[in-house]
C-alpha cells in the first residue's frame, strides 16, 4: 500500500468530510463548543488527519482534543482570566457523559454516505495497492455484494475484500471464487448475528430461572435437582440408567425427584 490506513481513509472520505468540517467550524466560530461523534472509527481517524492538515496550513480556527482529560484542562483553562482571543473547542471522539461539558452534538455520517459512488471508491482503493488493472472484474453482481459487506462489516473489512476480489478474479481469473468469497463473509457475518442473538437468548432464560428459583417458596435445592431430573427424562427422553450418568445420580434417588417433580410445580415452569 502505497499510503498509511488513515491517509486511505482520508482519500476515500476526504471530499464529504471537507464540506463537515467546513460545518463544524462555521458553527465553532459562532461560539459553540462541540463534540463530534461517528458511527465508526476509520471516520474519526480520517476527519483527525485532515484536522491536522488543516491547522499545518493555518486554516482551522478552532482547538480540538481527542480525550476528555485533555478537554477538562482546555476548559478548565478558558474559566480563568483571558489573555488573548478565546478559540472554540471542538472534541473529536468517544461519546461524552450528558451535561458535563457543555458541548453542542455534532454527528458525522455513515461510511456508505461518506463514500458516494462505490465504483470510484473501489478504483482509489485499488490506485492505493497499484491493483488499477484489475478493475474490470468489479462488475455489477461484485459492486453489489462488496456494497453489502460495507454496509454490515465495516470499513476496514470492505478495503480488505477490494484487495481480495482483485486477487481471486483479477490476479487468479476466478470470478466464481471471489463471488463465493463475498457471500461467505455475508453467511459468516448472519451467523455472528445469529449467535448473539442466541446468547442474549440464553442469558434471558439463566436470569428468568435464577430468578423463579430464588423466589420459590419452598427447598430451592429440591426444586433445583427435581427440575434436572425432570428435564433429562422427560425433555430429552432419556432412560434411568442413562439420567443416573448424566447427573451422577441414583437411579432411586433419579426416581424420587421425578415423582416429586410434579408436586414442585416443574413441570409448568420448564414446558408452559
Same mark, same amino acid.
Given at each position: 500500500?502505497?499510503?498509511?490506513?488513515?491517509?486511505?481513509?482520508?482519500?476515500?472520505?476526504?471530499?464529504?468530510?471537507?464540506?463537515?468540517?467546513?460545518?463544524?467550524?462555521?458553527? =465553532?466560530?459562532?461560539?459553540?463548543?462541540?463534540?463530534?461523534? =461517528?458511527?465508526?472509527?476509520?471516520?474519526?481517524?480520517?476527519?483527525?488527519?485532515?484536522?491536522?492538515?488543516?491547522?499545518?496550513?493555518?486554516?482551522?480556527?478552532?482547538?480540538?482534543?481527542?480525550?476528555?482529560? *485533555?478537554?477538562?484542562?482546555? %476548559?478548565?483553562?478558558?474559566?480563568?482570566?483571558?489573555?488573548?482571543?478565546?478559540?472554540?473547542?471542538?472534541?473529536?471522539?468517544?461519546?461524552?457523559?450528558?451535561?458535563?461539558?457543555?458541548?453542542?452534538?455534532?454527528?458525522?455520517?455513515?461510511?456508505?454516505?461518506?463514500?458516494?459512488?462505490?465504483?470510484?471508491?473501489?478504483?482509489?482503493?485499488?490506485?492505493?495497492?497499484?491493483?488499477?488493472?484489475?478493475?474490470?472484474?468489479?462488475?455489477?453482481?461484485?459492486?453489489?455484494?462488496?456494497?453489502?459487506?460495507?454496509?454490515?462489516?465495516?470499513?476496514?473489512?470492505?478495503?480488505? *475484500?477490494?484487495?481480495?476480489?482483485?486477487?481471486? =478474479?483479477?490476479?487468479?481469473?476466478?470470478?466464481?471464487?471471489?463471488?463465493?468469497?463475498?457471500?461467505?463473509?455475508?453467511?459468516?457475518?448472519?451467523?455472528?448475528?445469529?449467535?448473539?442473538?442466541?446468547?442474549?437468548?440464553?442469558?434471558?432464560?439463566?436470569?428468568?430461572?435464577?430468578?423463579?428459583?430464588?423466589?420459590? %417458596?419452598?427447598?430451592?435445592?429440591?426444586?433445583?435437582?427435581?427440575?434436572?431430573?425432570?428435564?433429562?427424562?422427560?425433555?430429552?427422553?432419556?432412560?434411568?440408567?442413562?439420567?443416573?450418568?448424566?447427573?451422577?445420580?441414583?437411579?432411586?434417588?433419579?426416581?424420587?425427584? =421425578?415423582?416429586?417433580? %410434579?408436586?414442585?410445580?416443574?413441570?409448568?415452569?420448564?414446558?408452559?
Amino acid at each position: 500500500m502505497n499510503v498509511s490506513r488513515a491517509q486511505l481513509y482520508l482519500s476515500l472520505l476526504g471530499p464529504q468530510l471537507v464540506f463537515h468540517l467546513e460545518e463544524i467550524q462555521d458553527i =465553532a466560530c459562532q461560539g459553540f463548543d462541540l463534540q463530534v461523534s =461517528a458511527p465508526a472509527a476509520p471516520i474519526l481517524e480520517a476527519l483527525l488527519l485532515l484536522c491536522a492538515e488543516w491547522q499545518e496550513a493555518g486554516k482551522l480556527e478552532f482547538l480540538y482534543v481527542t480525550t476528555q482529560e *485533555a478537554l477538562h484542562e482546555l %476548559q478548565g483553562s478558558s474559566e480563568k482570566e483571558p489573555t488573548g482571543p478565546v478559540q472554540p473547542l471542538v472534541y473529536i471522539g468517544d461519546p461524552l457523559p450528558l451535561g458535563k461539558f457543555f458541548l453542542v452534538p455534532y454527528k458525522l455520517p455513515p461510511v456508505s454516505t461518506l463514500l458516494g459512488n462505490l465504483p470510484k471508491a473501489i478504483l482509489a482503493v485499488l490506485k492505493s495497492f497499484d491493483l488499477v488493472m484489475y478493475m474490470d472484474v468489479f462488475d455489477g453482481p461484485m459492486v453489489k455484494r462488496l456494497k453489502r459487506v460495507l454496509d454490515n462489516d465495516g470499513l476496514d473489512v470492505f478495503l480488505d *475484500a477490494v484487495v481480495q476480489v482483485a486477487f481471486l =478474479a483479477g490476479f487468479r481469473g476466478e470470478v466464481s471464487c471471489a463471488l463465493r468469497y463475498l457471500d461467505e463473509l455475508h453467511v459468516k457475518r448472519h451467523l455472528a448475528s445469529l449467535q448473539t442473538a442466541q446468547k442474549s437468548e440464553l442469558k434471558k432464560c439463566v436470569h428468568s430461572v435464577f430468578n423463579h428459583v430464588l423466589k420459590y %417458596q419452598g427447598d430451592s435445592y429440591e426444586f433445583i435437582k427435581a427440575s434436572f431430573c425432570y428435564f433429562v427424562l422427560s425433555r430429552e427422553g432419556h432412560n434411568f440408567s442413562r439420567a443416573s450418568k448424566i447427573l451422577n445420580l441414583s437411579r432411586t434417588t433419579i426416581q424420587q425427584y =421425578a415423582k416429586r417433580a %410434579q408436586h414442585l410445580g416443574v413441570r409448568p415452569f420448564l414446558f408452559d
